[in-house]
Structure formats: structure tokens, C-alpha cells
């Protein structure tokens, strides 16, 4: 069999099973069982593939036709530029949390300051701030081990020097925090009945990573709880947050934050996407 031929027969069962991107999806695919780039995948539609090959791509189609996502058939995604490894145990980087990123870039300058990524998961945004604030000192915590596991193979895969923790949250951190970036879960509860092309893939990610409660606040309220105890409170806390329940969230912030200047931003979908939160 040619890689034009499996591409097409790859594509059409995917498009079968309704798969968004069905076309990129096959190629992806293809292109990592054969271990070559996509490019080269298009620039050889001829050529020949093994039997073995052949095998492997299409026990990989038949995981993706069930909405499996492509990255953890893959094993990997790109965050920020940089390419991190992800498993069952982390929740994929999306890329509008690279808002996030941007804006705590922005926010640091060249200040030299302690920033912790509460929740690190995969460690795509502890990551992502080494790379570009070089500067500061990171430290990401998370409450799951394997999640750590695979953050500290992100860091060492990409260089950056990082202080991970396991614990809940910001619990017993010794260090004087002066920025906390977050991306905890925000999803309500309820929308894990939603069942949809969108949904789907939500199902092979970790619970514990996505859904926090009636409306996706508990994460975030047990995180301004910790971070309202603190003897010296952080300067801003920078949080990804739900659309949804954004206004609620901000009105919670604000009991626990009452002198915080609090702003909301949008991402590229113009949804509700940031909390940034200035003591
Ligand atoms: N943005 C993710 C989603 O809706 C949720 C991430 C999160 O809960 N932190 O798929």
C-alpha cells in the first residue's frame, strides 16, 4: 500500500465517524508512524509502506475514529513554541492558555521575581515562562505524581530549570511567592453529560484536571482561600478561567482579594479567558 492510499482510506473512516479535520488528522498520523514529517508525507504520496506500518497506522485511525485526541496518539504537542510530551495523566496544552503566557511575559519585564504555575499538569506553562523569563525562579506544583513525572520530563526535554512540588495547590510552599499563574480546572460539573464532536475528546483527559465543581469555581476558590492566608500575598495572580462563570468568579475574587484591581481578558475566540488579579 502507497501513503496516498492509506492517507485516503484513513480519511474516509475518520470522515465516516464525523471527526473534525479528518484530512489533517490522517496525515498526522500517518506522518508519526512513519516517524517522517508531515511534509514529507506530502511530497511522497507513491511511496510504499511496510505491512508493519500499515498495522500500526491503522490501530492509530481506529483510536482517533473514537475521538481519542490526536496528541496523546501522538504523544506530544506544541505549546508556546515548544514541543512537550503528554500522556493520560496531564490535560493537553490548549493553545488560548497561551494567553496566559503572553500576559504574565508581558507582566514580568525583567523583574526578577518567584512565579508558581499552580497545577502544572504536562508543565507547558511553567515551561513556556523559564524559556522567556529566564530570570525568574519557577516553581509548579501539582497534586498528581504521575502529572509531575511528565512535567519534569518537559523540563528537562526543553531545558528549563524548575522547582517542582507535590502538593494541593499552594499548600506548605516555604518560598515568598510573588506571582501565581494558574490554570486550574474550571469546567462545570454539569457539561459532562454534553455529548458532542467538542466533548468527546474531553473524556480521555483527567477528570481531575477539567471539572471543578457546579460552576467550575471550587478549584479557583480553595486557591484564593490558600493564597489570602499567606503572610505576604502575592503581587497578581494570573488564572485561566471558564467563560461561563466568569463574572461569578470575579466576584468571588474580590471577596477574598476586597483591595484587588481585577480584569478580565478575552482570547482569540473573544471569550472570557483570563482573570489577572493586581494586590
Ligand atoms: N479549556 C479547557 C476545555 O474547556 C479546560 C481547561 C481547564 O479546565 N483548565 O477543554
Known amino acids: 500500500m502507497t501513503i496516498i492510499e492509506a492517507g485516503k482510506i484513513a480519511a474516509d473512516k475518520l470522515n465516516q465517524a464525523k471527526v473534525p479535520s479528518a484530512i489533517l488528522d490522517a496525515e498526522v498520523l500517518l506522518a508519526c508512524t512513519l516517524k517522517k514529517s508531515k511534509e514529507f508525507i506530502l511530497a511522497n504520496p507513491k511511496l510504499k509502506i511496510t505491512k508493519a506500518q500499515e498495522k500500526k497506522y491503522k490501530a492509530l485511525v481506529k483510536r482517533r475514529s473514537k475521538f481519542e485526541p490526536v496528541a496523546y496518539l501522538t504523544g506530544e504537542k506544541e505549546f508556546y513554541g515548544l514541543r512537550f510530551l503528554v500522556n493520560k495523566n496531564v490535560l493537553i496544552p490548549r493553545p488560548e492558555t497561551e494567553l496566559l503566557v503572553e500576559e504574565v511575559i508581558k507582566y514580568v519585564g525583567t523583574k526578577s521575581l518567584t512565579i508558581c504555575d499552580v497545577g502544572t499538569g504536562s508543565g507547558a506553562i511553567a515551561v513556556a515562562l523559564k524559556k522567556y523569563l529566564p530570570q525568574t525562579k519557577i516553581i509548579a506544583t501539582d497534586i498528581s505524581k504521575s502529572a509531575l513525572n511528565t512535567a519534569k520530563k518537559n523540563a528537562d ?25 494558574a490554570n486550574l480546572p474550571y469546567v462545570p460539573e454539569e457539561e459532562k453529560k454534553i455529548k458532542n464532536v467538542f466533548s468527546k475528546p474531553l473524556k480521555y483527559e483527567p477528570a481531575g484536571a477539567l471539572y471543578a465543581g457546579r460552576y467550575g469555581l471550587d478549584s479557583y ?9 499567606l503572610p505576604r500575598k502575592p503581587t497578581a495572580l494570573f488564572c485561566e478561567i471558564g467563560s461561563n462563570y466568569a463574572q461569578k468568579n470575579k466576584k468571588m475574587a474580590q471577596e477574598y482579594f476586597p483591595q484587588a484591581k481585577i480584569e478580565i481578558k478575552n482570547d482569540l475566540c ?9 494586590n
Open 221 to 229: 476558590e480553595k486557591l484564593f482561600q490558600q493564597t489570602s492566608n
Open 270 to 278: 473573544d471569550k472570557k479567558r483570563l482573570m489577572i488579579i493586581k
Open 157 to 181: 526535554l526543553n531545558k528549563a530549570e524548575i522547582s517542582f512540588i507535590k502538593t494541593n495547590l499552594i499548600y506548605n510552599i516555604k518560598d515568598k511567592i510573588d506571582l501565581i499563574a
